[in-house]
């Protein structure tokens, strides 16, 4: 489903003129609401976002200043992955979608053999692989981000499939399903560019509780 400013909602969203006219928070916001379009519009569960201060684009400060105050009423949650002085690593992730990702018997057998205690639920889970990310990157946390589950058990040299072809991630096997998912993350984005492009406001489209995924779900039933 195409999302427009025509059909874009702002019932029940309140954003003050001078939150509005903070361009520093507006600018950030733009960035953020890109980043994780394909989150918001439901085609993967989480994205994962690495912060840190880059010449003219201050995003570890930004963060720190505005994250909270334009993600609190969002479909959205945070999970803070890792820090450090220089960088923090964000999961921002829909927990319905996380929820349903990890009930699936493939995606809950694979993290029970690799000695996650799935059952506990998604925030203990996700608290475990937080753990390890202060030693290194735990590539099971793929499928978490819309990655198909045969894609990372290749990366991880836990499948026969051979390497088809290196895009926004490794792909092995049969490209298809792979290709698929990006192609619609591409969409998402370009979705989110052109709402921005139309002039709406960036803390608007963050705030948005689920309204997309519900539109989506809604326009595929019919």
Request: proline content about 5%.
């Amino acid at each position: 489903m195409e999302f427009s400013a025509a059909n874009f909602s702002t019932d029940s969203v309140f954003i003050s003129e001078s939150t509005y006219n903070n361009k520093s928070q507006t600018h950030f916001a733009a960035w953020l609401a890109e980043q994780l379009a394909p989150t918001i519009f439901g085609s993967k569960p989480a994205t994962l976002l690495t912060l840190s201060n880059l010449p003219h684009l201050p995003l570890l400060s930004w963060w720190d200043f505005y994250g909270k105050s334009i993600l609190a009423n969002s479909c959205v949650k945070i999970r803070i992955m890792f820090t450090c002085p220089y960088r923090k690593t964000v999961m921002f992730y829909q927990p319905k979608l996380l929820e349903r990702c990890l009930r699936h018997p493939l995606t809950k057998s694979f993290f029970q053999r690799q000695g996650y205690s799935i059952e506990k639920g998604t925030e203990d889970l996700l608290s475990e692989l937080s753990t390890y990310f202060s030693q290194s990157f735990p590539h099971e946390i793929g499928i978490l981000l819309g990655i198909p589950l045969k894609d990372v058990q290749g990366f991880m040299g836990l499948s026969k499939c051979p390497l088809s072809c290196r895009k926004h991630w490794c792909v092995y096997g049969n490209p298809r399903l792979s290709l698929q998912r990006m192609n619609r993350h591409r969409r998402d984005q370009q979705q989110m560019r052109n709402l921005l492009r139309a002039g709406i406001n960036p803390l608007m489209l963050l705030a948005q509780k689920g309204q997309f995924v519900y539109a989506r779900k809604k326009k595929n039933s019919a």
